[in-house]
Every structure is written in C-alpha cells, then in structure tokens.
Nanobody, 122 residues
C-alpha cells in the first residue's frame, strides 16, 4: 500500500538549512506528483511545494520561493525538500503527500506521512 515516511527535521537556528526526505513505498514516486505541506501549532495546514511526474516544481507559498526547493531521486524513490535561510515562521510539522493517480500538482493530498518536526529558533 502507499506509504510515505518523512525524516530530516530538527532544531536549526534562523538562517540555517535543512534537507527533509520523503521515502515512498508501495508506488513509484516518479510517476506521480509529490508535495510538501506543513502545519504549525494552532495554525492551518499550508501547502508549500510540489514536484510533478515530469520534474516540474509548483510553489504554493510566495514566502518560501527563493529559499525552498524540491527534488527527486528516482533510484531511491525519495523526494526531498531543501530548505535554506530558515525563519522562525517556518517552524511546523512538515508532511509529504500525494494525490491518488495524479501526475500533476493540484495541491491536494490523499496520502501523507506522519511528518517531521522543524523548529527554527535561536
């Protein structure tokens, strides 16, 4: 069955960087759109970024453009979220997800992982 497992979160100082990993199993990630969303404590879920089956990225939040990028390693069936110049406002649980049968990014998710905590603080 579809499984997504995130890792790579942690505590980082403002201005720092992290690389989050999303290990997919039960399906070939390269054939589908995979996205990242986050949810801060007491805040609404925010879809951030998505990569489609052709490798094109879609940004959903202007605040991460120029700081976050998304990539995919087909051999490892893994999608990465590269986060640079992190800000305290980026503090949240980060999840990766996918929409069933979707090769294009729509911002929606039918499956997602348990998430990984990112805390940006000095």
């Amino acid at each position: 069955q579809v499984q997504l497992v995130e890792s790579g979160g942690g505590l980082v100082q403002p201005g720092g960087s992290l690389k989050l990993s999303c290990q997919a199993s039960g399906f070939t990630a390269a054939n589908y759109a995979i996205g990242w969303f986050r949810q801060g404590s007491g805040k609404e879920r925010q879809t951030i970024l998505c990569i489609d089956s052709s490798g094109e990225s879609t940004y959903y939040r202007g605040s991460v453009k120029g700081r976050f990028t998304i990539s995919r390693d087909t051999a490892k069936n893994t999608v990465y979220l590269h986060m640079n110049n992190l800000e305290p406002e980026d503090t949240a649980v980060y999840h990766c997800g996918t929409e069933e049968y979707a090769s294009s990014c729509s911002g929606g998710f039918d499956y997602w992982g348990q998430g990984t905590q990112v805390t940006v603080s000095s």
